[in-house]
């Protein structure tokens, strides 16, 4: 475990802290003042430069393959198996996109799944007449399995699951699933944005093909860009639905010739934000050098001290199940008769409490980080009590 000093430091490093009570690392996380200071370095430089500038393209270029080593490097993967993309949905259109899902063909989701994890199999579901089933999530991983396993049909194409579900915090056990689908050729997809950046993962213990999440939320790096791996055996089955600049390593027009990269390098192309990559590579040293298992402790620990103080307080709704040393950061929490939407919005504008309503908008969503502390949970417990009769 850390010295308390070096949450301190984080906590004091963060400008948006001097502001807010942030309890919302699981929609947009703060970003340190060093994410900041070099996002706009890199713009200052643009600014003279221009971005299609060879040199400047070219140390963009070598920042990239830093910034896909280092991902590789908290995930146990080779970075040649790292992606930088934009976006979870994105992530997931591109799988969809890339199976040849006929009608017919079975997709399986969980209960809890976030837009981004589900939204492009609906569009495909209605487009294609896809057998698009829900697994339910509660936190019993035996009973999820097992449901798993009788949803895995021989029709069966892909299973997309968040790592930690968004809604109630429920770390779902990634491994066992995917074990099953490796061994039925389903396609595992893994929404990681609720993980990445909380609590260590290691791609070979996971077993998943994609595993991807957002640079804003865990990892507190810039909004509009994200990451995802793709497992090196997978990237031939999955060829990416498009292409473009960035994506292959040689092409030319007349005759007609374009040869992808051969690695995930493949789903990367069209114009994209260099600097925000860039930039978010300092975040990404920040939680290197506190360590993703002291991260996921001191989160874990905050979270079990918010159950202990709102098992208390009257009215309360506790919804996230205990899920003892698994248990994630976040922590969701309603407030008899209250409407979400409506307690959300006290916690901000009354306290300056920055959380997410939550478990279809009858809770609140409380996501605790390494720089949180005990006035966090004690500011949003008199939230609650301020609450409006």
Request: aromatic letters at 8%; one cysteine or more; proline letters at 4%.
């Amino acid at each position: 475990m850390a010295d308390q000093s070096a949450f301190a430091e984080l906590r004091e490093a963060i400008p948006s802290i001097r502001h807010y009570v942030s309890l919302n690392s699981g929609g947009v996380a703060p970003t340190p003042q060093a994410t900041l200071d070099l996002q706009q370095s890199w713009y200052d430089r643009e600014a003279v430069m221009t971005t299609t500038n060879p040199d400047l393209r070219e140390i963009y270029n070598q920042e990239l393959a830093a910034l896909r080593s280092e991902i590789a490097a908290q995930l146990n993967a080779d970075s040649d198996e790292i992606a930088l993309i934009r976006a979870v949905s994105e992530a997931v259109s591109f799988v969809a996109a890339a199976l040849r899902l006929q009608r017919g063909h079975r997709v399986i989701l969980t209960a809890a799944e976030h837009p981004s994890g589900y939204l492009a199999w609906l569009t495909l579901r209605d487009r294609l007449g896809l057998d698009l089933v829900a697994v339910e999530a509660n936190g019993d991983d035996d009973a999820f399995v097992r449901d798993v396993e009788e949803a895995m049909t021989p029709n069966a194409r892909a299973f997309c699951l968040s790592h930690v579900t968004t809604e109630r915090g429920i770390v779902l056990p990634v491994d066992r699933v995917s074990a099953l689908a490796r061994e039925r050729g389903v396609v595992t997809v893994v929404d990681a944005a609720q993980s990445f950046g909380a609590r260590p993962t290691d791609m070979r213990r996971l077993g998943c093909d994609v595993f991807t999440f957002p640079a804003f939320k865990w990892s507190m790096g810039p909004y509009g860009v994200g990451a995802m791996y793709v497992r090196r055996d997978a990237q031939e089955r999955l060829h990416p639905w498009g292409s473009g600049a960035g994506a292959v390593s040689q092409s030319s027009f007349p005759p007609g010739e374009a040869h992808l990269h051969e690695n995930a390098q493949r789903y990367e192309f069209g114009a994209r934000p260099y600097a925000l990559y860039a930039a978010w590579r300092a975040s990404i040293k920040i939680l290197g050098d506190l360590g993703l298992e002291t991260i996921q402790q001191r989160s874990a620990e905050l979270a079990a001290e918010a159950r202990a103080v709102f098992s208390d307080l009257p009215g309360a709704s506790i919804r996230t199940p205990e899920q003892a040393d698994a248990r994630s950061g976040i922590f969701t929490v309603g407030l008899e008769g209250v409407d979400g939407m409506a307690l959300a919005d006290h916690c901000l504008h009354a306290h300056r409490i920055l959380c997410r309503a939550a478990d279809g908008y009858s809770a609140v969503r409380l996501s605790f980080h390494a720089f949180n502390d005990v006035t966090d949970i004690q500011a949003a417990v008199h939230a609650f009590e301020d609450f409006p009769a």
